[in-house]
Structures are given as structure tokens and as C-alpha cells.
């Protein structure tokens, strides 16, 4: 029996599927969510960052004394919009703000593609948002790992001074536990870092990390979709140190919670299998993240396992017959994200 690459149905459906990153600004939102972009390529996915719906720009955000993690400095209302005509299809006109000059560019047309996904400070900051997300992850570093990162990225790529960022940090940090970490509760999926046991300076040299990938219990599965892990390839072929365990927490709403803490490298080898497995049970094709590696971190892991949650999220919608009527504007193109 032939069964089509996974790919060519999502093409050939009317179905935009949203993806909303949540957590705070340098938290590594869009590492987790890249494995989407590599599987199913541009052609498929496209990428709507939220600092484009700053309400100021940096300038004005300091006059009015303000930080874009408050909700009064972005344009919430204008995203929410968007983001109900871009699921039926309909192309926007989409802000576009400059981080290296810290003001706005002008407007591009943006048009949707088959997988859309939004990263931001308020991703599901409303129930509006959330309401048109179909799969949501919370990305949430402890904060010595978060602010290093910052740190690091804002200095290298943005152009600020070390000041600067230091000065920014502490004032952020109230707003921060305001406004977006209580997202972090309506998440499908929370992604928790930490530095690895195995020494904090893996962090730097090899970018080797705790990482902690807690998950609601899925509500709709489908029959012989599952991922395995090859524990002859774990014992056998791995030289360096790597740490699995599970348990379970309880949620706020009563809801059981399964986390999944990884620390360490584990062999290319290990991963590698888990493709093939995702390749053989949603036939899409191909799927090869990690190229030329030898050993991938925990937070690789982390990303494969929850590209295949959300591929089988897709699935089932599939399988369940969602339609959404999409605009002829936007067949068979994309926007500039």
C-alpha cells in the first residue's frame, strides 16, 4: 500500500497550523521550534516574531519608561487580529521592527504558510491568542542561564554595551514574573533548562545542558505512532555522560504532569534512530536534524522529541478532518517573515 510523504498533505491542505512560542526575550524560543522549520522547510513554515508588534520603539519605550515585556508597550490587539486572518488564510501587512537601529522598518506584506509559527514575549499572553494556536510551548531557562544568554546575544548581535544589559535585566525582571511567566500555565508543553550536573561549563564549550521537557498527558493519540529509544545504542555506544529520567507533578488545575529530565550528550547514533522511526511512522521524509554529529546534547533531544508531538498533533487533526476555508490570495506562497 502506498502512503503519501506527510509533507505533500500538509501542501496540499487548506489547513494553516499554529505553533505559539511563549517565555522571555534571549530564552531560546526559536531553538526549540527550528526542528519544524528544518523538517518541513521554508516552502512550508513561516515565522512571525512578536518584537515586531512593539507598540514603541526603543527610544520611546524608554521616555515612557517602559519594557517591551509590559503588555501597554506592545500592540496585542493588532497580533490578535492578524493572527485570525493569517488562520483563514488572508495575507497582512505586518510591522517589522529593526533590533540593530531599535526602530521600526517599514511594513512587508506577509502571507502564511502551512505552518505558522509565532515566538514572543506574549504569545499566549490572551485567550484570543491561545484560541488560535494549535500547539503551545513555553520555553523557561532558569534565570542564571537565561541572563547569560542575554547577555551574550545581546552584546555579539544587538550592539549593546555589557551595562547596558545589566541594567536592562534588573529592570525587567519584576515584569517578567508579571506578565509572562504565568503564560508558561497554558502551555501544551514547558521547556525547562538548567545548567548540566555534569559541569556548568559544558554550557558554554558545547552548549550541554539540563533540560527538563515537561508535557500535558496527550488527549487524542493515534495507533502506532510512538517514539522508542534503543537502550543497546544508549549502553553500548555513548562515551560521554547522559542522564534520562521521568516523573510525574501535579499541575494547578489537578492535571498530571509527565516531565522528562535529560542532562548530557548522547550519541549521534541514538538520535539518529529516532528519526528513522519518526520517518517510518508519519512518512515524512527526510528527516535529518543532526547532520555530520557525532554526540547531540539533551536539549537536541528535547527538540526531536517534541517535533514528533507536534507532527502527531498534525496528524490527528488530519486524521479528525479539520478544514479551514483558506484565501486564494495566499495559494502556493509565502510571505517575508
Given at each position: 500500500?502506498?502512503?503519501?510523504?506527510?509533507?505533500?498533505?500538509?501542501?496540499?491542505?487548506?489547513?494553516?497550523?499554529?505553533?505559539?512560542?511563549?517565555?522571555?526575550?534571549?530564552?531560546?524560543?526559536?531553538?526549540?521550534?527550528?526542528?519544524?522549520?528544518?523538517?518541513?522547510?521554508?516552502?512550508?513554515?513561516?515565522?512571525?516574531?512578536?518584537?515586531d508588534?512593539?507598540r514603541?520603539?526603543?527610544?520611546?519605550?524608554?521616555?515612557e519608561?517602559?519594557?517591551?515585556?509590559?503588555?501597554?508597550?506592545?500592540?496585542?490587539?493588532?497580533?490578535?487580529?492578524?493572527?485570525?486572518?493569517?488562520?483563514?488564510?488572508?495575507?497582512?501587512?505586518?510591522?517589522?521592527?529593526?533590533?540593530?537601529?531599535?526602530?521600526?522598518?517599514?511594513p512587508?506584506?506577509?502571507?502564511?504558510?502551512?505552518?505558522?509559527?509565532?515566538?514572543?514575549?506574549?504569545?499566549?499572553?490572551?485567550?484570543?491568542?491561545?484560541?488560535?494556536?494549535?500547539?503551545?510551548?513555553?520555553?523557561?531557562?532558569?534565570?542564571?542561564?537565561?541572563?547569560?544568554?542575554?547577555?551574550?546575544?545581546?552584546?555579539?548581535?544587538?550592539?549593546?554595551?555589557?551595562?547596558?544589559?545589566?541594567?536592562?535585566?534588573?529592570?525587567?525582571?519584576?515584569?517578567?514574573?508579571?506578565?509572562?511567566?504565568?503564560?508558561?500555565?497554558?502551555?501544551?508543553?514547558?521547556?525547562?533548562?538548567?545548567?548540566?550536573?555534569?559541569?556548568?561549563?559544558?554550557?558554554?564549550?558545547?552548549?550541554?545542558?539540563?533540560?527538563?521537557?515537561?508535557?500535558?498527558?496527550?488527549?487524542?493519540?493515534?495507533?502506532?505512532?510512538?517514539?522508542?529509544?534503543?537502550?543497546?545504542?544508549?549502553?553500548?555506544?555513548?562515551?560521554?555522560?547522559?542522564?534520562?529520567?521521568?516523573?510525574t507533578?501535579?499541575?494547578?488545575?489537578?492535571e498530571?504532569?509527565?516531565?522528562?529530565?535529560?542532562?548530557?550528550?548522547l550519541?549521534?547514533?541514538?538520535?539518529?534512530?529516532?528519526?528513522?522511526?519518526?520517518?517510518?511512522?508519519?512518512r515524512?521524509?527526510?528527516i535529518?536534524?543532526?547532520?555530520?554529529?557525532q554526540?547531540?546534547?539533551?536539549?537536541?533531544?528535547a527538540?526531536?522529541?517534541?517535533?514528533?508531538?507536534?507532527?502527531?498533533?498534525?496528524?490527528?487533526?488530519?486524521?479528525a478532518?479539520?478544514?479551514?476555508?483558506?484565501?486564494?490570495?495566499?495559494?502556493?506562497?509565502?510571505?517575508?517573515?
Open positions: 500500500m502506498y502512503y503519501p510523504n506527510f509533507k505533500d498533505t500538509i501542501a496540499a491542505s487548506p489547513y494553516i497550523f499554529t505553533i505559539g512560542v511563549a517565555g522571555d526575550s534571549g530564552s531560546g524560543k526559536t531553538t526549540f521550534t527550528q526542528g519544524i522549520r528544518d523538517i518541513f522547510g521554508s516552502d512550508l513554515v513561516s515565522t512571525i516574531t512578536l518584537d508588534y512593539h514603541l520603539d526603543r527610544e520611546g519605550r524608554n521616555r519608561g517602559l519594557t517591551a515585556l509590559n503588555p501597554a508597550a506592545n500592540r496585542i490587539g493588532l497580533l490578535e487580529q492578524h493572527l485570525i486572518m493569517l488562520r483563514r488564510g488572508v495575507p497582512i501587512e505586518k510591522p517589522v521592527y529593526n533590533h540593530t537601529t531599535g526602530v521600526f522598518d517599514p512587508v506584506i506577509f502571507c502564511p504558510k502551512k505552518i505558522l509559527i509565532l515566538e514572543g514575549l506574549h504569545t499566549l499572553f490572551t485567550p484570543t491568542l491561545r484560541r488560535y494556536l494549535d500547539f503551545t510551548l513555553f520555553v523557561d531557562p532558569d534565570r542564571e542561564v537565561k541572563y547569560d544568554w542575554k547577555l551574550r546575544r545581546d552584546i555579539a548581535k544587538r550592539g549593546y554595551s555589557e551595562e547596558a544589559v545589566q541594567k536592562e535585566i534588573a529592570e525587567r525582571e519584576p515584569e517578567y514574573e508579571r506578565y509572562i511567566a504565568p503564560q508558561r500555565e497554558y502551555a501544551d508543553a514547558v521547556i525547562g533548562i538548567r545548567y548540566s550536573e555534569y559541569g556548568k561549563g559544558l554550557g558554554k564549550d558545547r552548549n550541554v545542558y539540563c533540560v527538563t521537557l515537561s508535557q500535558h498527558r496527550m488527549k487524542h493519540t493515534i495507533e502506532n505512532i510512538d517514539l522508542s529509544l534503543d537502550l543497546y545504542s544508549i549502553l553500548s555506544l555513548s562515551e560521554r555522560n547522559f542522564a534520562l529520567k521521568f516523573h507533578s501535579d499541575h494547578e488545575g489537578g498530571r504532569l509527565g516531565e522528562l529530565i535529560i542532562d548530557g550528550e550519541s549521534a547514533h541514538v538520535v539518529n534512530k529516532l528519526e528513522r522511526s519518526i520517518e517510518e511512522q508519519t515524512v521524509r527526510p535529518s536534524i543532526f547532520r555530520h554529529r554526540y547531540v546534547t539533551a536539549g537536541d533531544l527538540r526531536l522529541i517534541l517535533c514528533w508531538r507536534i507532527i502527531h498533533r498534525r496528524i490527528f487533526m488530519e486524521q478532518g479539520y478544514t479551514i476555508r483558506s484565501s486564494s490570495l495566499c495559494s502556493g506562497g509565502g510571505g517575508k517573515a
